[in-house]
C-alpha cells in the first residue's frame, strides 16, 4: 500500500491543488452540455424564519442539490458535507466508526444537524449530543442546507457552530418508480426502491434502503435499513400541508474511541452498537390576511441505543477505560409557531413562538473491578427538560444592494437562567457583480443528558456553554468562465466548554466541569468556474487556527489547513466523470496506547462516472481513494484501502 508522503505540508497541498486544477481544466471537451440545475437560485428555509433566495440572505449558506450530488455518486452524507470550506468531517476507521463534523473548529456537538427540519442531536449519547453522520444514508436527500455560525437565534440549544440541514425528496407531478442496486468491495451492498406521484392536489414520495458493509477494517461492520415518507397536500395558495417521517435501524461494530483502532489497540474487541430512531414531523402553512402568514410546525424525534463497549486498554491487561453496557432511549418534541408578514415591499418581519421538551434515560453497568474497585457500578439516569422560547426576526431591503437581517431570541430553560440569544447580519452589494458580508451572532447549549444526569462523572451543577461569532466576506462573481470567487473571515470564542476536571483526575476522581474556553478564528474560500461548456470546476480551502485560551495546547482532530478540488467533466451525452481531491494537513489527536499526539496529513482522489443507457436506465461506478494512499483520520484508525464500486439505476415514468 503506498503511503502519504514525507514532510507533506500544507505548502505542498496549495502548490499541488493548483497544478491539478490548472491541468484539469485545460482538459479538451467537445460537445455542449446541457444546462445545470445548479445554476438556479433556491430558496433557503433552514438561515432564517423567513424563506429568501441564496443570492438575497445576507446570511451565509451553502447548498447542495441532488442533480450536482448525484453525478458523484456518494454513499455517505460525509462525502458531500466535506466540500464545503470550514468544514471537516472525520470517520474513525471505516464506514462503521464514528463519523463527525466540525464547523469552523467547534466541537461535533456545536452544530445541529436536522432532517427536514427535525433535529438528530441525542444528548443521552456519551459524546455530548453530536450526531454520528455514518448513520445518515443520502437516498432520500433532496437537498442539504448548511449554516455556519451561531443559530441560536432560530434554532435554540445546540446549534453553537451552525446548523446542517438534510431536506428530503417530495412528490412529483408524475407517477414514477426509482430502483437501485450497487456493490462492490468488502461486501458492500446496497438497494434502494422509491416511488413518487400525485393525486390532485396531494403528492407522495416513499422510500426503502437497505445498506451492508463489512470488513474495512479488521472487525467492522456497517448495516443500515432506512424507510421514509414525504406527503404534502395544497389548497391553492392558501393552506399547505406538509408530513415527512422517516425509520432507521442501524447495527456496526468498530474499535471504541480511544482505543488505538486497528493499529494500535491491546484489546482486540470491537465495540457494538445498535441504533433505532424515527424522526417525523408535520408543517401547516395558511394566510391570515393579505401579506400575513402563519406556520405551525411539530416534530418529534424518539432513538433508542444500545452500546456495549468492552472497554480500553492502556497496557496488557491494565484498562483506562472500563467496560461498559447500557441502554438509551431518548425522545424530544418541538411545537413551533410563526407569524409572518410582508409589511412593505422592502420590509419583512416574523414572530414566533417554540417549545421544546426533552426526556432521556440510561440503564446499564460499568465494570470497575478492572479498576480495583470491589463491584460494577450502575450508570443508570433519568433526565427531562422544558424549554419555551420567544423568537423575532426582521429583514430590511431598502434597495436592490442592501439588505439587513436582525434577529433575537429569548429561552426560558427549565432549571437554568433565561438566555437572551442575537444575530446581525449585513450584505452589501457595491458593484454589480461583488457582495460583501457580515455578521455577528451568539449561541448557546444546555449540557446534554449525559452530562448532568451520569452517576459517574456527571455533575448537576454545569452551566451551558456559550459562543460568539464574527465574520466577513466578499463574493464576486465574473463572467469569465462563469467564475465565483467568496472568501471569508471568521473568529469564534466558545465558553464554559464541558470536559473531565483534570486536577480531580490525578486522584481518580472524575467529574465534568465548565472548564475551557476556545478561540478558533480562521479563512475560507471557495472558487467556481466553467472554463468550457462541458467543464465545470470547485475549489475549497481552510486556514483554521483553533486552540484553547491562554495555552498553547492544540485542539483534538482540527486541521490548519484542508482543501479539495472537484472537476465535472461532460465526456459525452451520455456520460458524465467527475474527478475529487481532498487534502487534510496534519492534525493533533491522543489514542490511550500510545503516546504519539499527531496525525500526518494526507491526500486522497476519488473518481465517478455515469452513463445514461436510455431514458429509463443507467450504469455507474465509483472508485474512492483511487491512488491506495494510506492515511488515518485519527492515530491507529486505518482508513479503506481503494474501494471499488459500481451499480445500476432504473428509473420509469408510470
Not at 445576507?58 to 447548498?63: E, F, H, L, S
Not at 482532530?557 to 484542508?562: C, D, E, T, W
Request: net charge neutral; proline share 7%; charged share 20%.
Amino acid at each position: 500500500m503506498k503511503q502519504s508522503p514525507p514532510g507533506w505540508s500544507e505548502q505542498s497541498f496549495l502548490i499541488g491543488t493548483g497544478v491539478l486544477w490548472c491541468t484539469l481544466c485545460l482538459s479538451p471537451s467537445a460537445r455542449p452540455a446541457e444546462p445545470s440545475v445548479e445554476t438556479l437560485d433556491p430558496v433557503v428555509v433552514t438561515a432564517t424564519t423567513l424563506p429568501t433566495s441564496q443570492s438575497q440572505t445576507p446570511i451565509q449558506t451553502r447548498v447542495f442539490t441532488r442533480t450536482g450530488f448525484d453525478l458523484q455518486q456518494p454513499n455517505r452524507i460525509g462525502t458531500l458535507l466535506q466540500q464545503t470550506p470550514g468544514i471537516f468531517v472525520d470517520e474513525m476507521g471505516g464506514r462503521s466508526g464514528l463519523s463527525s463534523l466540525y464547523i469552523r473548529g467547534g466541537d461535533p456537538n456545536f452544530t445541529m444537524v436536522l432532517l427536514d427540519g427535525v433535529p438528530l442531536n441525542d444528548p443521552t449519547n456519551q459524546r455530548g449530543g453530536s450526531v454520528d453522520l455514518s448513520t445518515l444514508t443520502p437516498e432520500r436527500i433532496e437537498r442539504i442546507e448548511i449554516v455556519k455560525g451561531p443559530a441560536s437565534v432560530f434554532y435554540g440549544s445546540d446549534a453553537m457552530a451552525g446548523v446542517v440541514n438534510v431536506i428530503t425528496q417530495k412528490g412529483t407531478e408524475t407517477d414514477r418508480l426509482v430502483a437501485r442496486a450497487e456493490g462492490g468491495r468488502w461486501g458492500y451492498t446496497r438497494g434502494v426502491l422509491q416511488t413518487s406521484g400525485s393525486a390532485h392536489r396531494l403528492r407522495y414520495a416513499g422510500s426503502a434502503a437497505f445498506t451492508r458493509n463489512d470488513g474495512q477494517a479488521t472487525g467492522n461492520r456497517f448495516a443500515s435499513g432506512t424507510i421514509g415518507g414525504h406527503v404534502n397536500w395544497s389548497l391553492r395558495d392558501s393552506l399547505k400541508f406538509e408530513l415527512t417521517g422517516q425509520y432507521t435501524n442501524t447495527d456496526t461494530r468498530s474499535f471504541p474511541e480511544g482505543s488505538g483502532g486497528t493499529r494500535l489497540a491491546i484489546l482486540r474487541t470491537t465495540e457494538q452498537r445498535r441504533t433505532h430512531e424515527v424522526a417525523s414531523g408535520f408543517n401547516l402553512t395558511f394566510p391570515l390576511a393579505p401579506n400575513w402568514e402563519n406556520q405551525l410546525t411539530a416534530n418529534v424525534l424518539h432513538r433508542q441505543q444500545d452500546v456495549d463497549n468492552p472497554g480500553v486498554l492502556s497496557a496488557p491487561g491494565r484498562f483506562r477505560i472500563p467496560p461498559t453496557v447500557f441502554e438509551t432511549d431518548f425522545t424530544r418534541m418541538r411545537l413551533h409557531w410563526t407569524l409572518r408578514a410582508s409589511l412593505k415591499e422592502f420590509f419583512k418581519m416574523a414572530g414566533g413562538f417554540q417549545l421544546v421538551h426533552e426526556h432521556g434515560t440510561r440503564t446499564g453497568t460499568q465494570d470497575l473491578t478492572v479498576l480495583g474497585f470491589p463491584s460494577r457500578v450502575a450508570t443508570d439516569f433519568e433526565q427531562s427538560r422544558t424549554t419555551p422560547a420567544g423568537v423575532l426576526e426582521t429583514i430590511i431591503a431598502p434597495n436592490e444592494k442592501v439588505r439587513f437581517s436582525a434577529g433575537l431570541r429569548v429561552d426560558s430553560p427549565e432549571n437554568f437562567p433565561l438566555r437572551v440569544t442575537p444575530r446581525l447580519a449585513m450584505s452589501i452589494q457595491p458593484f454589480p457583480q461583488t457582495t460583501i458580508r457580515g455578521q455577528y451572532g451568539e449561541g448557546f447549549k444546555l449540557p446534554s443528558l449525559n452530562a448532568l444526569g451520569d452517576p459517574i462523572i456527571g455533575n448537576p451543577h454545569l452551566s451551558p456553554e456559550s459562543s460568539t461569532a464574527w465574520e466577513a466576506g466578499i463574493i464576486q462573481s465574473s463572467p469569465v468562465w462563469d467564475s465565483e470567487i467568496q472568501l471569508t473571515w471568521f473568529h469564534n470564542t466558545f465558553s464554559n466548554q464541558i470536559d473531565l476536571d483534570p486536577v480531580l483526575a490525578e486522584q481518580r476522581i472524575f467529574r465534568l466541569v465548565n472548564l475551557n474556553k476556545v478561540r478558533t478564528q480562521g479563512i475560507e474560500l471557495h472558487v467556481a468556474a466553467t472554463p468550457l461548456p462541458t467543464v465545470s470546476v470547485q475549489g475549497w480551502l481552510t486556514f483554521l487556527d483553533a486552540r484553547i485560551s491562554g495555552t498553547s495546547a492544540p485542539l483534538r482532530n482540527r486541521p490548519k489547513a484542508s482543501g479539495g478540488l472537484a472537476v465535472r467533466i461532460r465526456a459525452t451525452p451520455a456520460l458524465t466523470l467527475r474527478s475529487q481531491l481532498q487534502a487534510v494537513g496534519q492534525r493533533f489527536d491522543l489514542q490511550i496506547p500510545t503516546m504519539q499526539t499527531r496525525v500526518p496529513g494526507y491526500y486522497r482522489i476519488d473518481l465517478a462516472a455515469t452513463y445514461s443507457l436510455n431514458r429509463a436506465w443507467k450504469i455507474f461506478g465509483a472508485v474512492d481513494n483511487l491512488t491506495n494512499v494510506s492515511y488515518e483520520d485519527f492515530l491507529g484508525f486505518s482508513a479503506p484501502e481503494t474501494w471499488v464500486r459500481f451499480g445500476v439505476e432504473g428509473n420509469w415514468e408510470m
